[in-house]
């Protein structure tokens, strides 16, 4: 554990104790800046593949995805926006751990980062490193190595952000969350290109129900999986259900 971090790791999330870590954590690793081009990642979906038998290679790199985004990004976004606390996060710096099915474990860090000194202007400045130095080349590597959309991995990755966003509403009201709203609601990054955790989530009002619906706007590709059902908050299983008795809530 990095002991700046102790602060955030108690109650329902205590278990990411273990996941941001320093070179001394015993556990095996693997540098994240050759596991797209060592074949590391071919082999760890492969083993992650063998509990869903005749899967569509697309849907496992999503959904291996997935594990690897609810690793990184609810502890490094709480870290910054709750500890105002900037982690090292480049890719080519940052060591992988894996379990033996391939599952993501965590990450070894190079180094327990820093306060932000002085603090960022926007969500953009905040989160810059883990957008461009980390999130865009992890993209880049699995849409390398698996013909898949970009925009289902950025999806995923989104969609933790705002989840997060919402945790931390609930059980710190106070907290000071704009950056990581702003983050979801520009469409454009400040260079002028497309935003690519633009609204990963919207929220849909039900008839006959008083809750929204908390639905993603991509779908992470679930279905195409042995033996996984659709997400709760999934857009196909909206479509096919329930989407004439939905109105999009467009002020949210």
Not at 189 to 215: A, F, I, S, W
Request: glycine share 8%; proline share 8%.
């Amino acid at each position: 554990m990095i002991p700046a971090l102790a602060p955030l790791f108690i109650a329902d999330f205590a278990h990411y104790r273990d996941v941001l870590v320093l070179d001394d954590d015993p556990r095996p690793s693997m540098p994240l800046r050759i596991f797209f081009t060592s074949g590391a990642f071919d082999d760890t979906l492969s083993r992650f593949g063998e509990q869903y038998p005749d899967s569509d290679q697309r849907g496992l790199a999503s959904i291996w995805a997935k594990y690897y985004f609810v690793k990184l990004v609810p502890p490094v976004v709480a870290a910054s926006l709750i500890l105002d606390h900037r982690l090292p996060l480049d890719l080519d710096e940052l060591h992988l751990m894996l379990d033996g099915q391939g599952m993501p474990l965590g990450f070894k860090l190079p180094d327990s980062g820093e306060r932000w000194m002085p603090e960022p202007d926007d969500g953009f400045q905040r989160f810059g490193d883990l957008i461009e130095h980390h999130l865009r080349p992890f993209i880049e590597g699995v849409t390398r190595c698996i013909r898949l959309s970009p925009h289902v991995l950025w999806s995923n990755a989104g969609n933790y952000v705002e989840w997060l966003l919402g945790v931390l509403a609930g059980a710190m009201p106070h907290a000071d969350l704009r950056h990581g709203h702003d983050l979801l609601n520009a469409k454009h990054l400040p260079d002028g290109r497309r935003n690519p955790l633009y609204q990963p989530v919207r929220y849909l009002k039900v008839e006959g129900q008083t809750e929204m619906k908390r639905q993603r706007r991509v779908c992470c590709l679930r279905y195409r999986v042995g033996g996984l059902v659709a997400c709760d908050n999934c857009p196909l299983s909206a479509q096919r259900r329930c989407m004439p008795k939905m109105t999009l809530i467009t002020d949210l």
